[in-house]
């Protein structure tokens, strides 16, 4: 451990105040996270608010980043807003959380009309927070489009994130999710989730899916979670592919929705066959919602969408298709191709919270079923990247204090 290189820590005693526990990425062309007990506890600044960590969830992100001195496209992303490479400060890990608000920060709160003690988000609520932050003055962000801003951080990414005892958001970007610390409603371990189902709300939503055959490509949590969203959004026949760990994600997703779940893990042939038989009709499916990010689902995607269907791309392809035909892909069949990042900075979060309030077709219980049965330790945080590693678990939850642990 290289308690010396840290700005602000005081590598002295165990837990003393004013320090924290986290994760901390110390080193990119290392693989692994550090436990950190001395890392100086984040104060909020002008328009920023505290929140202790109830529950994190790790996402294929932060397996990229423990995984960081194997994957170039991360170390990569990691340096995007350096001067450069050799300017890379450890920070703490982790985007996906949520918590309790423990400490507001001075801010202009009375120009939103919200007078001091009658805040939105008060001390003591419970809460999640947006942690992409992006700038809210360019183009992008005064014409409804914040979430594609072109100078946007990410917490836990470019920034401290949440894989601590405490993590520091701005105000504006900070969740309600329930007054006075109320988890009835959302218990934490699927408020942690919020993030990454954002994701799932935000490529479904963009999506026509009501009435329509639907393709999901990739049975990884984001496709997983987005099965149930699309039969609650109304789509007729759910195509699902997935190369790896078959039969659980076959299981999960069946009892999720799908119709037909297909093994590409030796190309993609059946899928070609039964897209061809099944939509005879309109020759492919009405959308591709492509959600691995390996480059064969994306050739995959352009063959079975119909003429005039629409491809979603949400996985990040970690380099770029060697050849793509876009002429007989896209253009010769007039299909209308959509990228996501993120979530819709709020409307999709306003969505989502709707969705899960309803509760229809039992998508909490769902939610819940594509995380680990029991909640980890940030202690216990190798074994846990081994079972997301080895496909043991498809996600899980570090529950920082330890009492949602027993
Ligand atoms: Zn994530
Ligand atoms: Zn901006």
């Known amino acids: 451990m290289h308690t010396d290189v840290l700005p602000g820590a005081t590598p002295t005693k165990e837990h003393q105040s004013g320090t924290m526990k986290c994760l901390v990425k110390e080193d990119l062309h290392t693989d692994g996270f550090v436990l950190r007990t001395d890392y100086k506890e984040p104060s909020p600044g002008f328009g920023e608010v505290k929140i202790r960590v109830l529950a994190t969830s790790v996402c294929g992100t932060d397996k990229s980043i423990y995984n960081s001195a194997r994957s170039e496209g991360i170390r990569r992303e990691m340096q995007r807003y350096l001067p450069s490479p050799d300017a890379y400060k450890p920070i703490v890990v982790g985007h996906e959380f949520c918590g309790i608000v423990e400490e507001i920060g001075p801010g202009n709160y009375d120009l939103a009309g919200m007078v001091p003690g009658h805040l939105l988000v008060e001390k003591g609520d419970y809460v999640t927070a947006e942690m992409h932050l992006s700038c809210g003055h360019c183009y992008l962000c005064r014409t409804g489009s914040e979430h594609i801003c072109t100078g946007v951080k990410v917490k836990g990414v470019h920034l401290d994130g949440c894989f601590a005892e405490s993590v520091v958001v701005p105000y504006k970007n900070v969740i309600l999710l329930g007054k006075g610390g109320d988890t009835s409603e959302i218990p934490p371990r699927i408020g942690a989730l919020l993030d990454a189902f954002g994701n799932s709300v935000h490529t479904v939503a963009e999506a026509d899916v009501a009435g329509k055959s639907v393709a999901i490509l990739g049975a990884g949590p984001l496709g997983l979670m987005s099965t149930f969203l699309c039969r609650a959004f109304g789509a007729t026949r759910i195509y699902m592919s997935e190369a790896a760990d078959i039969d659980r994600r076959a299981r999960l997703a069946t009892e999720f929705g799908v119709d037909h779940f297909v093994d590409v893990s030796k190309g993609s042939g059946e ?34 969408v119909r003429n005039g269907g629409q491809v979603i791309l949400l996985g990040i392809a970690r ?17 209308t191709v ?57 996600k899980l939850i570090f529950n920082p204090d330890g009492t949602l642990c027993k």
Not at 365 to 375: G, I, Q, Y
């Open 271 to 304: 899928l070609q066959k039964l897209v061809t038989k099944l939509e005879h009709n309109a020759n492919g499916v009405d959308v591709v919602l492509e959600m691995s990010g390996s480059l064969p689902a994306y050739e995959d995607a352009f063959k079975i």
């Open 319 to 335: 380099e770029p298709l060697p050849r793509f035909d876009i002429a007989n892909g896209v253009i010769w069949k007039g299909v």
């Open 338 to 394: 959509k990228g996501i990042f993120g979530r819709k900075m709020f409307s999709t979060w306003e969505t989502m919270l709707s969705l899960i309030r309803s509760d229809r077709l039992d998508l909490k219980s769902k939610l819940e079923r594509v995380v680990a049965p029991r909640n980890y330790r940030l202690e216990e945080f190798s074994e846990a990247f081994d079972l997301l590693g080895n496909g043991t678990e498809l």
